[in-house]
């Protein structure tokens, strides 16, 4: 569960405007301040989420990932990803799952514990401008034009 931050504003073809075009601004003060993840917390008392493990992604994704990404199902989805430990807030999808993989098949409490140190650091020094602006192509739209 999470915050609706975009509309559902579409083209002239029927089809779905881009990201950046349907954020709302509240949408945007959302993303900004993390609270979009708040309802998130519903998902890990109901224990359908982890506090840390990779971002549930589009089934429809499936079909896209190697087979040395497939490795980001051996947890379950959580709410603070295993890219945080990183600080690359303009990720690109071959990091962020080589991350996910990577964190499936070296899962330890240390690595727990220097993830939540990473998140609550960065949240204290909120280190960019606007976290809510980046966007990138959906990965099933990217890797089908390479």
Do not use: C
Request: a positive charge.
């Amino acid at each position: 569960m999470k915050f609706r931050t975009m509309t559902n504003a579409k083209d002239a073809e029927g089809k779905l405007l881009p990201d950046n075009e349907r954020l709302t601004k509240f949408g945007r003060f959302l993303r900004n301040s993390s609270l979009d993840e708040l309802p998130e917390l519903l998902n890990i008392i109901k224990g359908d989420m982890a506090v840390i493990g990779p971002r549930p992604l589009y089934p429809r994704y499936n079909a896209f990932y190697t087979e040395y990404e497939r490795n980001r199902f051996k947890v379950r989805g959580g709410l603070i990803p295993p890219e945080s430990l990183y600080h690359d807030s303009f990720l690109t999808w071959d990091k962020q799952l080589q991350y996910e993989a990577d964190y499936a098949l070296n899962l330890s409490l240390k690595l727990d514990a220097m993830l939540l140190i990473s998140v609550f650091t960065t949240m204290l020094r909120r280190n960019k401008e606007d976290y809510g602006a980046y966007t990138r192509k959906p990965l099933d739209v990217e890797r089908s034009s390479q």
